[in-house]
């Protein structure tokens, strides 16, 4: 079977930007024959997400996550179906997904690497499987529950940066949900920061590429934050951390205005940043999703009963064809994305 996929074709440096040229396209041919435990799989949707610039490196910096390899078949999220299946726990017909789906139209895998996942729990949305209802969905939940100490009555502030993305379009749905009294979305659009307010159900979003985002926070949160997700890093979390109140908790999510650049992970704080931590007794925890596995079925549960329930809402933004898988990612990266970035495959 002829089928086409998306290679590394060259890396973008350490402290370079990545561009679609960066990946090429090109045509396989698949073995005919399954051998045992193998599945033969149609990809529907992938994922592309921020950690995989890190893939991009030689060196991923991490030791979880494997560096992509020049000319070979770049992975990552992905859902589909199952066209033919020699492995017992795999049937044509069943939807499965996986952290290392090959970014190709088909694919063989080893069954044993698949988990198969219940339509019904996104009512036949298989996209959300890879957002709302996977693992960024998972990171906002989990984050939220495991670093946020958000407490129902307590009036607390949650700010949430990279707030229309994937990970903070959910998260500051489950800081209101879970009783924080206002939550204010910091982002990259006027448009981002409408969707926030009016479809979302944020108190305030904020524009920083347009406004004053000191004086914004003083204005939006004006008893101070107590609940920062942390998103992007960077000058915008200098600036929310200087506004936070004492006892506060920073969830450390990610760090995305940093990963174009040579430095570890978490990148380092300016002292004025460290000492505001410090002297407000503010708590700053790395948080990786990957560390809570134990909660994934509960978790998983709880995030489809909200958006089944329309209690929380999904955005998504999602892109036709396998050959814009690189442009995609490129786009996703600088902020073209409102919700999940998606790629659909085929239907
Ligand atoms: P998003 O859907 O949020 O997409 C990335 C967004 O980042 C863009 O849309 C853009 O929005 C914003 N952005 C890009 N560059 C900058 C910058 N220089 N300054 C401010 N914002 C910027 O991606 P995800 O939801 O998948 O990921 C969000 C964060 O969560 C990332 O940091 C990621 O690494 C992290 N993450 C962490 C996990 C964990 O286990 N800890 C698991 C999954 C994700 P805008 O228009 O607003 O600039």
């Known amino acids: 079977m002829q089928v086409q996929r998306?290679?590394?074709?060259?890396?973008?440096?350490?402290?370079?930007?990545?561009?679609?040229?960066?990946?090429?396209?090109?045509?396989?041919?698949?073995?005919?024959?399954?051998?045992?435990?193998?599945?033969?799989?149609?990809?529907?949707?992938?994922?592309?997400?921020?950690?995989?610039?890190?893939?991009?490196?030689?060196?991923?910096?991490?030791e979880?996550?494997?560096?992509?390899?020049?000319?070979?078949?770049?992975?990552?999220?992905?859902?589909?179906?199952?066209?033919?299946?020699?492995?017992?726990?795999?049937?044509?017909?069943?939807?499965?997904?996986?952290?290392?789906?090959?970014?190709?139209?088909?694919?063989?895998?080893?069954?044993?690497?698949?988990?198969?996942?219940?339509?019904?729990?996104?009512?036949?949305?298989?996209?959300?499987?890879?957002?709302?209802?996977?693992?960024?969905?998972?990171?906002?939940l989990l984050g939220i529950r495991e670093k946020g100490y958000v407490t129902k009555g307590a009036n607390q502030t949650m700010v949430i940066s990279g707030a229309a993305g994937a990970c903070g379009s959910i998260a500051g749905q489950i800081g209101r949900l879970d009783g924080c009294v206002r939550v204010v979305g910091i982002c990259g659009s006027e448009d981002k920061c409408k969707a926030l307010v009016e479809d979302l159900g944020f108190s305030a979003a904020i524009n920083y590429r347009q406004e004053d985002v000191a004086?914004?926070?003083?204005?939006?949160?004006?008893?101070?934050?107590?609940?920062?997700?942390?998103?992007?890093?960077?000058?915008?979390?200098?600036?929310?951390i200087a506004q936070m109140n004492n006892g506060g908790h920073v969830i450390l999510c990610g760090q995305i205005s940093q990963y174009n650049k040579d430095v570890p992970y978490p990148p380092p704080l300016s002292e004025e940043t460290q000492e505001n931590l410090q002297s407000k007794n503010i708590t700053r925890e790395r948080f990786m999703v990957l560390?809570?596995?134990?909660?994934?079925?509960?978790?998983?549960?709880?995030?489809?009963?909200?958006v089944k329930s329309a209690q929380i809402k999904v955005l998504e933004t999602v892109v036709n064809g396998i050959e814009n898988m690189g442009a995609a990612f490129c786009s996703m990266m600088k902020g073209g994305n409102i919700g999940k970035q998606i790629i659909k495959i085929s239907a």
């Not at 949305?125 to 969905?137: D, K, P, Q, R």
């Not at 809570?292 to 998983?300: E, F, H, P």
Request: proline share 5%; hydrophobic share 35%.
């Open 291 to 306: 560390n809570y596995m134990s909660k994934v079925d509960a978790a998983l549960f709880e995030l489809s009963q909200w």
């Open 6 to 62: 998306v290679v590394l074709n060259s890396r973008p440096g350490k402290d370079g930007t990545p561009v679609p040229e960066n990946f090429r396209l090109e045509e396989t041919t698949l073995a005919p024959e399954l051998k045992d435990g193998e599945v033969l799989v149609r990809t529907l949707y992938l994922s592309v997400d921020p950690y995989m610039r890190c893939r991009m490196n030689e060196d991923t910096g991490a």
């Open 215 to 240: 004086a914004r926070l003083k204005e939006s949160c004006p008893a101070g934050i107590d609940v920062y997700f942390d998103n992007v890093g960077g000058a915008i979390s200098d600036t929310v």
């Open 64 to 140: 979880y996550l494997t560096p992509w390899q020049l000319s070979e078949c770049v992975d990552g999220g992905g859902v589909g179906v199952v066209e033919s299946s020699r492995c017992p726990t795999c049937a044509e017909g069943d939807v499965v997904t996986s952290f290392n789906w090959p970014w190709q139209t088909h694919a063989v895998m080893a069954g044993s690497g698949l988990q198969k996942v219940d339509s019904q729990l996104v009512d036949g949305h298989l996209s959300y499987f890879l957002g709302a209802v996977g693992i960024t969905g998972l990171t906002a």
